[in-house]
């Protein structure tokens, strides 16, 4: 046993080469010796090389171009695309008129009564007061319009979810064939997913409904698949035991325990249907988005609020209420069919009052015009904030500078990269970070976008992501460390990252607009300000959980408050943290590329031009780079607890 000892002794590596990241750097070192002047002396040129580039604009063209000409004679769109297209339609329509018929006396009565039986007194007024506050803006039927697509949406997102779900936590191999597919859905930017449905389908409401629900079912999926998975083993062995079929385990026992999972599924796909939805607006969708999407065009950010302001209301509404039903429904128990009846009742006879009373369509001389104040104030603020401020300077000022001194650098150091240094750099990151296959899969990723000949304007978006996650982490980590030591700050904070963590994408840009007008630098602000709440939650949370045994035992060595987050804290939340790098990446990504829509140029741009044109071969070039892109940043910034245990 002795010689067994000594010689694993013998064999482990001397001092500072045990530790795994030493030893991973060195190899990186010798690789790049090597490398560097073979790749050098091969290609000097930072660019792209065009041998090395598939121009797949002319099949693309090609296939768009059949699509477009078979959409009314191929048996393919007669039978079946058809058909689905004419059933969202109609689904759609149907529920529209329904909320129409219902009137708004109905609707907001309806809406209260169901928050009141599911989430109390406080969520009831706030749902009805929700509701009052659309049509006053003047938006009762942009907002009816959404709430239908939502509502058609996510009924097919929770179904098509759950069903994956379903197989994914029942089946070993259907849970390895669609955990990768979730994870690359997962890091796409919304924009993404307009592209093949408008391809398919067209500019219409069918094809922002379809891509909603591709957008939206992955939650559902995920989480269903890990409540299905993480059912109490001893309960399932209990039920099996009583001699029950695998249909009966299923019904009693592993869908009843993963009723938690289930509900949160429930909530996520609706947040991200709402969001998406309002984004499927390019695309034809209508309701509130298509209003924010025509006044930011028109750059009138008066007419973008009243929309918007729906838009929030109508996100907190959902998210509160559905939260609190499923905590009702985990901790409590359900509420009698009795009482259902009894609501029911009650919102049937105030939408029959209504009716009677001619209480159906909101009435005008109740609307407040909140577009010519705001841009009144808008004006003022262009007038005295935009440029010109004494000593500081003004808005327009700030984002010139951030955008000579931070973006132009960095887009241009990109650029000036070798394209194979670039890709180096990728794959150091993501193995020092991962495994190799981490790395490979980053680096054929990044590869994807040169070969699709996009590269320099994806290294534009990546510069703006780079910037944009920079100030976000500075900010977002100083916050969440302010809010994980002061219990009061973090109460005082906690209502306003609810808020902003419910808000749509778009409209983050409506303030932005306002303040810095055009560019790359609006865009880079909106992602900053929809990423930062997850970076602070995901932060103050990881500091939260630090074992208090460990902090005691700091305190009694002496260490002050400043050492014992630096020492002690920071180290041991070290993979909260690094979820919320990963979060703020991911985030910040989406936003930039709508960010096109403002000015923020590059993938953006293009995305946004194939769309507007019809020019599907730029938008889906740009698509995919977008995807390809945002699967490199997950790679690099996402070490997952089993690529970190294999190592490698």
Not at 439 to 454: R, S
Request: with cysteine; hydrophobic share 60%; proline share 5%.
């Amino acid at each position: 046993m002795a010689t067994i000892t000594a010689t694993a002794q013998k064999a482990s590596p001397p001092g500072i080469l045990a530790n795994r990241a030493v030893r991973k750097l060195l190899i990186l070192a010798a690789a790049a010796a090597i490398l560097v002047p073979l790749a050098h002396a091969q290609w000097s040129s930072g660019t792209w090389p065009a041998a090395f580039t598939v121009d797949v604009s002319e099949p693309l063209g090609k296939a768009s171009d059949w699509i477009i000409d078979n959409r009314d004679g191929h048996p393919l769109f007669l039978y079946f695309f058809g058909h689905v297209s004419n059933a969202v339609v109609l689904s759609v329509r149907a529920v529209y008129l329904a909320l129409l018929a219902v009137g708004w006396a109905g609707v907001t009565a309806v809406g209260a009564l169901v928050a009141w039986r599911v989430a109390g007194v406080k969520l009831a007024l706030g749902t009805a007061a929700a509701f009052l506050a659309c049509g006053l803006l003047g938006m009762w039927v942009p907002t009816m319009q959404t709430l239908a697509l939502m509502v058609v949406a996510v009924l097919a997102s929770v179904v098509a979810g759950a069903l994956l779900g379903l197989a994914a936590g029942l089946s070993d191999r259907m849970d390895r064939v669609l955990r990768p597919v979730l994870d690359t859905m997962q890091v796409l930017p919304a924009f993404a997913y307009l592209l093949p449905v408008v391809l398919v389908f067209g500019i219409g409401v069918p094809a922002a409904v379809l891509a909603t629900v591709v957008y939206a079912a992955p939650p559902m999926a995920r989480l269903t698949a890990l409540g299905l998975r993480g059912a109490d083993k001893e309960v399932l062995e209990a039920v099996e035991s009583l001699g029950t079929t695998a249909r009966q385990r299923l019904l009693t026992a592993r869908i009843p325990l993963a009723r938690r999972e289930l509900l949160l599924g429930l909530n996520q796909t609706i947040m991200m249907a709402l969001s998406m939805a309002v984004i499927a607006s390019v695309i034809g969708a209508g309701g509130l988005g298509d209003r924010v999407y025509q006044a930011l065009a028109s750059v009138d950010v008066g007419a973008a609020l009243a929309a918007g302001i729906p838009i929030v209301l109508l996100a907190v509404v959902l998210d509160r209420v559905t939260g609190a039903a499923g905590e009702r429904l985990v901790d409590d128990a359900p509420a009698a069919p009795a009482q259902w009846a009894y609501a029911l009742a009650a919102a049937v006879a105030v939408a029959v009052a209504g009716r009677l009373a001619g209480l159906l369509e909101w009435p005008e001389a109740w609307e407040a015009n909140i577009a010519e104040p705001v841009n009144r104030a808008v004006d003022w603020m262009t007038a005295h904030l935009y440029s010109g401020v004494p000593v500081v300077g003004g808005t327009a000022d700030w984002a010139g500078r951030f955008t000579t001194w931070v973006l132009d650098p960095l887009r241009d150091g990109l650029q000036w990269l070798p394209w194979w240094s670039v890709l180096l750099i990728v794959a150091a990151l993501a193995w020092l970070i991962g495994t190799w296959r981490t790395a490979l899969t980053a680096v054929l990723a990044l590869a994807a976008i040169g070969v699709l000949g996009v590269w320099k304007p994806s290294l534009d978006t990546l510069s703006q992501v780079l910037a944009a996650v920079a100030v976000t982490l500075v900010i977002g980590f100083a916050t969440g460390i302010a809010a994980a030591r002061s219990d009061r700050f973090e109460r005082w904070l906690r209502p306003v990252l609810d808020v902003f963590q419910t808000m749509p994408q778009f409209v983050y840009l409506i303030p932005v607009v306002a303040l810095f007008g055009v560019g790359r630098a609006p865009a880079v602000a909106a992602a900053v300000v929809y990423a930062l709440p997850a970076v602070v939650r995901i932060t103050a949370q990881g500091l939260r959980q630090v074992d208090p045994a460990a902090l005691e035992s700091a305190r009694s060595l002496g260490a002050t408050s400043g050492q014992q987050l630096r020492q002690v804290q920071l180290p041991l939340a070290r993979p909260a943290l690094l979820l919320a790098v990963n979060q703020g990446v991911v985030l910040v990504l989406a936003v930039v590329i709508i960010g096109g829509l403002v000015g923020g140029g590059a993938l953006g741009y293009q995305v946004v031009f194939g769309l507007a044109q019809g020019d599907l071969a730029t938008g889906l070039v740009a698509g995919a780079a977008i995807v390809c892109l945002g699967l490199m940043l997950d790679r690099v910034t996402q070490p997952t607890g089993r690529r970190t245990a294999k190592g490698a």
